[in-house]
């Protein structure tokens, strides 16, 4: 049992780095009486819309724990599937609480610190984005390592990650709604109809847009990738116990977790520049030399146990981590060519900024797409499909650096926005702008990961999932399995299409409220009355919220449904097309939504005209669209892949009511 001791050190020191580095970014200076002010407005928002949202979580918990309970005592279900349910489901709701926290008192921080320069505002907004990292990964190996050292078997924590994988998908699109609902609203009124620059303190709908970073981009992002890395600890645990591997192979997944915590803390280290240009280039660092670091640890693990084949398939999940990012930069960074193309494209007006963005996100699937496959097929050939499964966990255990990559965007996009609506120089503005542009591309980058880590990690809950249920081989001329294969496929686009439809109806109501202001409140637009902000941030509360349950039973719903109506081969079918069609349009939105933003950035940089030209404008109504692509519709896939997989682990043991053996019987 010694081996066990490696992820319950690493995961404690991870939540002791988080606990000093919180400590650091709350000592910082949090700037004059507005900006403070300002700040209060957007935490007091975020903490109301996660109270909120965390309420209908508790209905569901306590609905499904009572079903769990039930089914647990006439033995359908584990004994401990309701607490291990509830553990992950806590823990993914406290990481993303954390993440919360932190990035509602960071940004006011980094926004003063910019008054010492781009350096310090730099470090302040990666420090506060690393709370949220080494958060969610101890919480992660901290909690799945003691369930499984109290409960000794991964197939009676499939409970556990449904916990993780319901709380990531609640979060995911309550958050992903209320951000993008706010900012499509802000922009469309602010930015087109009245000419306001962005975050300018007149426009009622600016608290809104930036309470909402924070609850999708930090809450969200963080249950997100908490869920990520539990279900793929249990994945991989699932296939080393189903394949009887011995005990160093089932633990192995807890190990590497542990590893690359260490890894990461070092890599926390490398990030600083004075150089606008080199902000990306420096976060990058990080990433690329925790890997490197993480990967000797991996070297010597599969030395000690005598298995080379185990690193190979180790590294080409920290390849495919690392590519993944540098694929992700090439088609969202500001600078790059496929950015400046639809900046360029935009002369020609909004439709042809739409046709651009498009066509970019769909172009952007093929080398992602490419480096998933290759480093499937690198995994399986040196180690199985149980490589398959540790290709994913080295891949997510880069989870720390990177959701402190992306939990640095939040923060520096909020800090631009307290420095304008509070008047600082402009001076100030041209240090936060340019971090707030990266902050575009990590948070692209971390979706990127993201989505790549929940391909390979449904892959292996997927061959999970076959093994406990008897399933052989898929045949996709059996016409029950084709027929699951088409209703999976569709899923993603109607979750899409749910989500997306949520974001519009609540942007409406922005649109109205910011109408009705201007109209009503005289003297608003000379900045002599301040603005009802609370109005705004009331009506995108409400609007995520009621909007949640639709997506969430989509995806608790539809493999019960297949399942138990067509049987464990339609369902084999429906998660396999789930998975494809999923990851790919998953790609094709957050890619193709990032590159719209960093256009409409690049035109306010002065480019073709600059800001309140036709052009402009133009790049304004793409972002209206990326931007529930980017940060609602195409992160919450990742989660409902997850739901739809673990619930069918779950349910398999009722396949023996299923319509289909029910028939065969008879």
């Given amino acids: 049992m010694e081996i066990i001791i490696v992820p319950l050190v690493a995961s404690m020191l991870a939540l002791l780095y988080a ?34 949202e965390y309420r209908s979580i508790f209905l569901f918990w306590l609905v499904l724990v009572i079903i769990f309970s039930v089914a647990a005592y006439f033995k359908v279900l584990p004994s401990a599937t309701p607490i291990a349910f509830t553990v992950g489901a806590a823990g993914s709701a406290l990481a993303g609480y954390i993440g919360m926290e932190i990035s509602v008192r960071a940004n006011v921080k980094a926004a003063k610190a910019a008054e010492s320069g781009l350096k310090k505002s730099l470090h302040v907004a990666f420090v506060g984005g690393s709370v949220t990292g080494m958060s969610v990964v101890g919480l992660a190996l901290l909690g799945f390592t003691v369930m499984f050292m109290i409960y ?19 979060a995911r699109v309550g958050g992903g709604i209320y951000t993008k609902g706010a900012d499509v609203g802000a922009d469309l009124v602010g930015k087109t109809e009245i000419g306001l620059p962005e975050d300018d303190p007149r426009n009622p709908a600016v608290i809104a847009d930036n309470v909402g970073d924070n609850v999708g981009d930090c809450a969200g992002m963080a249950a997100d990738l908490y869920e990520s890395y539990v279900i793929t600890v249990l994945a991989s645990m699932l296939i080393a116990q189903l394949f009887k591997l011995p005990y160093t192979a ?36 990080s990433i690329l030399i925790s890997g490197l670091l993480a990967g000797i640890g991996f070297f010597a693990l599969a030395l000690v146990m005598g298995q080379l084949g185990y690193f ?31 900046a360029e494209e935009s002369k ?92 575009n591309t990590t948070k692209a980058v971390t979706k990127g990961f993201a989505i790549g880590a929940a391909a390979l990690a449904a892959l292996s809950l997927f061959v999970a999932f076959a093994s406990v249920s008897g399933i052989q081989t898929i045949d996709i ?8 294969l088409f209703i999976g496929a569709m899923i993603p686009f109607v979750f899409s ?42 009506i995108t509360t409400k609007e995520a ?122």
Avoid at 320 to 336: C, F, N, R
Avoid at 388 to 403: D, P, R
Avoid at 477 to 484: A, D, H, W, Y
């Fill in 19 to 52: 606990a000093i580095a919180a400590l650091f970014v709350l000592k910082q200076e949090k700037g004059n009486k507005k900006m403070e002010e300002i700040a209060k407005g957007i935490r007091q928002g975020a903490t109301a819309f996660i109270k909120r």
């Fill in 477 to 484: 001329l059996n016409p029950f399995v084709i027929t699951g």
């Fill in 545 to 666: 919220i009621r909007s949640l349950m639709a997506p969430a039973l989509l995806g608790i719903l539809s493999p019960i449904v297949v399942g138990l109506l067509l049987g464990k081969l339609a369902l084999g079918g429906l998660l396999a097309g789930v998975i494809v069609s999923g990851l790919v349009l998953a790609i094709m939105m957050t890619t193709g939504g990032a590159a719209w933003d960093n256009a409409k950035k690049y035109v306010e940089e002065g480019h073709f005209g600059g800001k309140g030209t036709d052009v402009h404008k133009a790049t304004v109504v793409g972002d209206t669209v990326g931007d529930p692509f980017k940060d609602t519709a195409g992160p919450g896939i990742n989660p409902l892949i997850k739901v739809i997989n673990t619930v069918s682990l779950l349910i398999f043991p009722l396949f023996v009511y299923s319509l289909p053996a029910m028939m065969h019987v008879l």
């Fill in 250 to 285: 089932l633990v192995l997944p807890l190990v590497i977790g542990g590893v690359a915590i260490i890894a990461s803390i070092i890599g926390t280290f490398v990030v600083g520049t004075s150089d606008k240009r080199k902000i990306w280039s420096t976060l990058y660092r």
């Fill in 348 to 439: 020609g007006g909004a439709g042809t900024n739409i046709i651009a963005g498009v066509a970019n996100g769909m172009r952007a699937t093929l080398f992602p797409v490419i480096t998933i496959v290759a480093g499937i097929l690198v995994s399986y050939i040196f180690a199985g499909v149980y490589g398959i499964a540790i290709a994913a966990m080295a891949m997510l255990s880069l989870t720390g650096i990177i959701v402190a990559v992306d939990s640095y965007g939040p923060i520096t996009d909020n800090a631009g926005g307290i420095a304008e609506m509070s008047g600082m120089s402009e001076s100030v503005r041209a240090i936060t702008d340019p971090l707030d542009a990266v902050g």
């Fill in 152 to 170: 000794k078997s991964p197939l009676v924590l499939i409970g556990f990650g449904f916990g993780a994988s319901l709380v990531s998908l609640f």
């Fill in 497 to 538: 299409g749910i989500t997306m439809r949520a974001v519009g109806r609540a942007a409406s109501k922005i649109v109205e409220e910011v109408r009705h202001q201007v109209k009503t409140k005289k003297g608003l637009l000379q900045g002599k009355v301040l603005p009802d902000y609370a109005r705004a941030v009331d």
């Fill in 312 to 342: 190979t398939a180790m590294l080409a999940g920290i390849v495919v981590a690392v590519l993944l990012a540098q694929i992700t930069g090439h088609y969202t960074d500001k600078d790059s060519k496929a950015v400046l193309e639809i």
